[in-house]
């Protein structure tokens, strides 16, 4: 997954035609790191997509800007427009994850 480091790079990444994914996390969140853990094969399986990471604390303007209010969060955009937008709250299971991904893309 490779990380975001400006709003620039940001706003080029997600003006893709194909779907792109964002996660949103930052390093002191114990949720993400355990995505972390299981995120890894979701990514291979659909790695047809370009797989994104922000850290919500280096880029809080972009956080803002989509809505995203906790982490880890991945959103989903094309044509830069967020089309897919899977909260905190229910991405805690590789299973969530997939069930989101299946839905979205």
């Known amino acids: ?40 094969p979701i990514i291979e399986e659909y790695n047809g997509y370009h797989w994104y990471d922000v850290n919500r604390d280096q880029l809080p303007e972009l956080a803002e800007k989509y809505e995203v209010m906790g982490i880890p ?6 044509n830069g427009q967020k089309t897919a937008h899977l909260h905190s709250a229910d991405a805690k299971t590789p299973e969530e994850v997939q069930e989101f991904l299946q839905a979205s893309l």
């Open 1 to 40: 997954m490779e990380s975001i480091q400006s709003v620039d790079q940001f706003n080029e990444t997600i003006a893709s035609e194909q779907p792109v994914i964002v996660k949103f996390q930052a390093d002191w969140c114990p949720d993400c790191r355990r995505m972390d853990m299981f995120i890894g």
């Open 73 to 78: 969060s991945l959103l989903v955009f094309q």
